[in-house]
């Protein structure tokens, strides 16, 4: 039963970033979009919608964060 409301609950196309690198001494730009993701500091982690603004958000950053399938979905 847990798992059928997790799955109710996981947000349909989510995914969630989690923060891996620092934005010292990057760009002001790969920081504001750190910041722009609610990201900000090393394992922080936020889900979010998978929408084509947010993956090119998270290209910009990639070796910055890591990318996860959202809770719930396979």
Known sequence: MADAAKKKNAKAGSVTVVQTGSSTRRPADQH???VGLGLG?????REL???PAIRGMIAKVAHLVRVEAAAGEK
Not at 41 to 45: C, E, N, Q
Request: glycine fraction near 10%; charged fraction near 25%; charge should be positive.
């Open 32 to 34: 504001a979009t750190l």
């Open 41 to 45: 500091r090393i394992g922080k982690s």
């Open 49 to 51: 919608n998978d929408t």
